[in-house]
């Protein structure tokens, strides 16, 4: 049944500035060694699905330099594997993508050559480990035309819930309305936007949607046709953070030093995998001093790093103090510097002494190669 | 046919008996070293960065774990449509079925699969040293010298020449004479057991030898001392540099520890020269709120909230509060409870220390765990073996699963 079903993945431009300049918001590094487009790539790749297609925007380069062949998700196959598919040109509405709808007709070719009958298509950019296998058993048991993953937020903030597409079921879990991103949200079921139906439905939607001049997946196709197709529910229990902003992304990266939050996204059942760099083991000095962190490998630690997230390659000197924070690949922190609440993208030099402070609803994010 | 400019033959067959309990389910080049890496990820790695991308992995005993490991060579980007890594056991044919008789006979049984890459030269190499080596330079002045096999060798201390194979050489690095552990050495320089063999004169050789009853069969000890009797030209090339056998105990431990002191007596982390291994797909490890980690390394897949000391952690080891560690190497996915104390002890795979047992901290003359093979007061607990809860293992211990 698994081999029936193909993914779609459309990466994902939510503004982080300045961290999303350079990179596609799924090309993001989070949690150390990881991107955010491992976790659905590897959710699916656990599933065994075996076609996947990751539709880009604009800024992909840093997400194929990433994704490549597909190995580390065994995807790299004679039939089907990873495919990335950059943005066609021709089948843009007005010269620029306007929404997922022109992303997706830009890929349809893809999409009719695969011969598989069920589709999983994922927007966004959330983090999770799920169980691709029994959303789609679940949705051909209820015979729903989309079925749509979701999380109960209940008790979470109004502009919390604002972030998200809110969707209201009945008591069959039959969605019956969608509002994407209200601003008075009516219900805190959250859409995680992951879809399942099947390939001949998505066809017939791209091609009605982008006949018509519509843009949007949700709201010109979901939304408009909610009483004609069968939109179901699938609730997910788990863990789930969507990186679509600077403070979700920092307050993501600090859930992974809770114990529970490792274990259920790491889960040995179902691994997520990256691309591996080869770098030796992390190496701490005489006088290192660390303390609830999570640190990839490849680091030289010879300072203090308290409650904070080390990628790959990152070198803390002598008399450094780093608490509170995100420090992304080979980035170097000099003797006696002073950090709190800063997220570091790749190769940020801090020379010696300096000071730098966030705070925690307002980290201090500095740019790729910034020298300080 | 187009054929290789050299193809590798990695030996990779031996037991490595005096590693004890570590070896008894995997052979000596699929050990665990350094943190993430196995013993044959390092020639494996030298393969790939000298621009050698055709290899023979010989295995023997043990061979599963080393098959599984190696498997389609795909993280020493050795997956190649022409060449990459094979792995090659003994084998039945028509007329023959035997296993590997010594060094020499398992690359004369292979000669087949080398005639496939119609090979300018061999690369003959053992997979039990921990070492970084450009096999391309030596490649080079192997061409350049029109040798009919060359010879890695390096200076050891005179005091220890005689444990080694003992090249004796003229001004220009030609060989007049080789000695197996000789009692007074001319020459300090060492055999690494490491050569390059002009193709035709190493198949040449090989199948004399086979014809030999008397022969046991070993490059050190029939092939070479052969080629040189009938005055072959063999040189030597110098290699100075880190190189080590791992193949006792202590020498393991000891490698491992050269990975930690200030400065590193063997550095890891220089990234023109990654040692390439699999990678298990672990979370970066988490270091918990009662950690304490110093002159060691640690990598992917660890929880660690107790003390660490100039140690060795592989990936995937649990460490609990209180706990203490030091000068040890603990191998991957060992679980060490609460409270534990472990000085000088190499753990293996998998093994688990109930709470609050002691490790290699005390000394007794009554000791059910001795074992001649722990020398220098150090202890191994086999991977997979379960030490129990406020246990006392004393110094020299070998613990079996």
């Known amino acids: ?372 | 046919m187009v054929s290789k400019d050299c193809v590798a033959m990695i030996l990779a067959g031996g037991q490595g008996s005096r590693l004890g309990a570590l070896t008894k389910n995997v052979a000596k080049p699929a050990v665990p070293f350094g943190g993430k890496y196995r013993i044959i990820d390092f020639p494996l790695s030298n393969c790939v960065h000298s621009g050698i991308d055709t290899v023979g992995v010989l295995t023997q005993y043990q061979p599963l774990e080393l098959n599984r490991y190696i498997g389609n060579g795909n993280p020493w980007d050795l997956d190649r449509s022409h060449g990459g890594v094979y792995v090659l056991p003994p084998y039945q044919s028509a007329k023959t079925e035997e296993w590997y008789k010594g060094t020499a006979n398992a690359i004369y049984q292979n000669l087949s699969f080398l005639e496939g890459f119609n090979p300018e030269n061999v690369l003959i190499l053992s997979g039990d040293h921990i070492y970084k080596m450009h096999y391309g330079e030596m490649l080079k002045a192997h061409k350049e010298s029109g040798a009919a096999a060359t010879i890695a060798v390096m200076p050891v201390p005179w005091e220890e020449a005689s444990r080694f194979g003992i090249m004796n050489v003229d001004d220009n690095g030609v060989i007049t004479e080789f000695e197996e552990k000789p009692a007074n050495p001319k020459s300090n320089l060492a055999s690494m057991g490491i050569y390059i063999f002009r193709y035709d004169m190493l198949k040449k050789y090989l199948e004399d030898d086979e014809r030999n009853p008397e022969s046991a069969n070993d490059f050190g000890k029939n092939i070479i001392p052969t080629m040189l009797a009938d005055g072959e030209k063999m040189v030597t090339y110098r290699f100075e540099g880190y190189w080590k056998d791992v193949g006792t105990i202590h020498s393991l431990w000891e490698a491992n520890m050269d990975l930690i002191d200030d400065p590193p007596k063997f550095d890891l982390g220089d990234r023109r020269w990654s040692i390439y291994s699999r990678n298990m797909a672990l979370a970066p490890h988490y270091v918990g709120e009662h950690a304490k980690i110093t002159k060691s390394t640690v990598t992917e897949g660890c929880y660690i909230d107790g003390e660490i000391n100039h140690s060795v952690i592989f990936g995937g080891v649990e460490l609990g509060e209180g706990s203490v560690i030091t000068d040890s190497v603990v191998m991957p996915g060992a679980k060490i409870g609460r409270n534990v104390i472990i000085e000088r002890t190499v753990i293996g795979s998998e093994a688990v220390i109930g709470d609050g047992a002691k490790i290699g901290v005390d000394k007794s003359d009554d000791n059910k765990y001795a074992s001649k093979l722990c020398t220098n007061d150090l202890v191994l607990i086999e991977g997979g073996a379960n030490v129990s809860v406020g246990e006392n293992i004393y110094k020299g211990s070998m613990v079996e699963a």
């Open chain 1, 1 to 372: 049944m698994r081999r029936e079903t193909m993914g779609i993945i459309l990466t994902n431009n939510d503004r982080i500035p300045p961290i999303t300049d350079i990179r596609a918001n799924s090309a993001l590094p989070v949690a150390g060694r990881y991107r955010i487009i491992d976790f659905v790539l590897s959710n699916m790749a656990n599933a065994g699905i075996t076609n996947i297609g990751v539709a880009t925007e604009s800024n992909y380069s840093s997400l194929m330099d990433h994704i490549r062949s597909g190995s580390p998700w065994d995807l790299d196959r004679k039939n089907w594997g990873l495919n990335i598919l950059p943005p066609s040109l021709e089948k843009m509405t007005y010269g620029a993508i306007k929404g997922n709808i022109d992303m997706l007709a830009g890929i349809q070719d893809f999409i009719q050559r695969s011969p598989q009958t069920y589709v999983i298509l994922s927007l966004g950019n959330n983090i999770y480990n799920i169980d691709f296998d029994d959303v789609i058993e679940k949705h051909i048991e209820s015979q729903a035309d989309v079925t749509t993953i979701y999380t109960d937020m209940t008790g979470a903030d109004e502009r919390e819930l604002s972030r998200f597409t809110m969707l209201e079921l009945n008591d069959d879990k039959r969605v019956v309305d969608i509002e994407v991103q209200p601003y008075y949200p009516k219900t805190s079921t959250a859409g995680m936007d992951v879809y399942v139906m099947e390939k001949a439905l998505l066809e017939s939607i791209i091609d009605e949607c982008s006949a018509r001049g519509d843009s949007d997946f949700v709201k010109d196709a979901l939304v408009k046709k909610i009483d004609g197709l069968h939109i179901y529910g699938y609730e997910f229990k788990g863990y789930t953070e969507k990186l679509d902003s600077l403070k979700a992304y920092y307050r993501a990266n600090m859930d992974f030093l809770k114990k529970e939050v490792r274990d259920e996204l790491f889960n040995p059942a179902r691994p997520i995998y990256t691309k591996t760099k080869d770098q030796s083991p992390t190496k701490y000095g005489a006088e290192a001093d660390v303390k609830n962190s999570f640190v990839s490998d490849g680091c030289v630690i010879e300072g203090t790093v308290i409650n904070s997230v080390l990628s790959r390659g990152v070198k803390v000197m002598k008399g450094a103090v780093v608490k509170n924070s995100i420090i992304m690949q080979d980035s170097v922190i000099e003797e006696n510097v002073e950090l709190s609440h800063v997220v570091f993208d790749k190769e940020v030099c801090v020379t010696k002494g300096r000071k730098l402070i966030g705070q925690e609803s307002y980290p201090l994010c500095i740019a790729k190669g910034t020298q300080i």
